[in-house]
Nanobody, 114 residues
Framework: QVQLVESGGGLVEPGGSLTLSCAAS????????MMWYRQAPGKQRELVAT??????WYADSVKARFTISRDNAKKIVYLQMNNLEPEDTAVYLC?????????WGQGTQVTVSS
């Protein structure tokens, strides 16, 4: 059974950093575009970053603060988040194209507060 599992969320003070991980498991033959979304209470789900074989894309709200990367051998996607702001508080969800199907993880909570 193919699945995505996020980890690394938590509580951090403004200006702090966190690294999220998204591990793909199961019998995976191909790993295409991988994305990080986030959803804050009362807000629409927002695409934060995408990584493909051709490069990365970021939402303007996180550009220069977040970095998405992938380890294809380990089938893990990372989201390095620096200089976190209270507005970054949300559930962060991993989404990816695995074996030509699209999968979602269950999400990990990130709370930025002093």
């Amino acid at each position: 059974q193919v699945q995505l599992v996020e980890s690394g969320g938590g509580l951090v003070e403004p200006g702090g950093s966190l690294t999220l991980s998204c591990a793909a498991s199961g019998q995976i033959f191909s790993m295409g575009a991988m994305m990080w979304y986030r959803q804050a209470p009362g807000k629409q789900r927002e695409l934060v970053a995408t990584i493909t074989m051709g490069g990365a894309w970021y939402a303007d709200s996180v550009k220069a603060r977040f970095t998405i990367s992938r380890d294809n051998a380990k089938k893990i996607v990372y989201l390095q988040m620096n200089n976190l702001e209270p507005e970054d508080t949300a559930v962060y969800l991993c989404n990816g194209n695995l074996n030509t199907h699209n999968y979602w993880g269950q999400g990990t909570q990130v709370t930025v507060s002093s």
